[in-house]
């Protein structure tokens, strides 16, 4: 499979998670443009525990992920626990959601494309990540309260991964501490 092919696309994502169990059936489309920039993302969760998300500038593939990489990442964590946190999801949970409980099983595809790569009077990262941040808050905000039990898989899956993670650390730590 050839990622250029397909970039960007529900198909792309959905073409990643082929052989993995999927929490939701479709993958969600992001997409939008403001100040120049394009963004198109494609999500979706699946039952493995790794995190795999390629991210795109102008149809390349950017191998460190860049601006947009980080701010999608703390768009997707600020909507989804702001959604979970309203609907009264988290209120039995002991220990705060992080990162890597957002990612837990997420494939995904960012890709930007500038219409003007000169952008002048403002650096292009901190344009990029505030267009970014925007969109995905919004589109994704507006497919959660359309989609609830989709939303709810997810959140599911997320709420769920928490407790792992720390689990997973004390035992860690346990083992550490019993080889000293």
């Known amino acids: 499979m050839t990622k250029k092919l397909i970039v960007g696309t529900s198909q792309f994502v959905a073409d990643l998670n082929t052989s993995k169990g999927v929490i939701h059936d479709n993958p969600i489309v992001v997409r939008g443009d403001s100040e120049g920039i394009r963004v198109d993302i494609a999500m979706q969760w699946n039952d493995s525990y790794e995190e795999a998300i390629y991210c795109f500038t102008n149809n390349g593939e950017n191998q460190d992920g860049g601006a947009h990489l980080a701010s999608f990442r703390a768009a997707l964590?600020?909507?989804?626990?702001?959604?979970?946190?309203?609907?009264?999801?988290?209120?039995?949970?002991e220990v705060e959601?992080?990162?890597?409980?957002?990612?837990?099983?997420?494939?995904?595809?960012?890709?930007?494309?500038?219409?003007?790569?000169?952008?002048?009077?403002r650096p292009k990262e901190e344009l990029v990540s505030s267009v970014v941040e925007h969109i995905v808050d919004?589109?994704?905000?507006?497919?959660?309260?359309?989609?609830?039990?989709?939303?709810?898989?997810?959140?599911?899956?997320?709420?769920?991964?928490?407790?792992?993670?720390?689990?997973?650390?004390?035992?860690?730590?346990?083992?550490?501490?019993?080889?000293?």
């Open 77 to 93: 964590m600020r909507r989804l626990s702001a959604y979970a946190q309203a609907a009264f999801w988290l209120k039995d949970l």
């Open 138 to 180: 919004e589109k994704l905000g507006r497919f959660l309260e359309d989609n609830p039990s989709d939303a709810r898989e997810i959140v599911d899956r997320v709420v769920l991964a928490a407790p792992a993670r720390v689990a997973a650390r004390e035992a860690r730590e346990m083992v550490l501490r019993r080889r000293k």
């Open 97 to 121: 959601l992080g990162a890597d409980d957002i990612g837990e099983g997420l494939t995904a595809s960012v890709s930007i494309t500038h219409y003007n790569p000169n952008v002048n009077g």
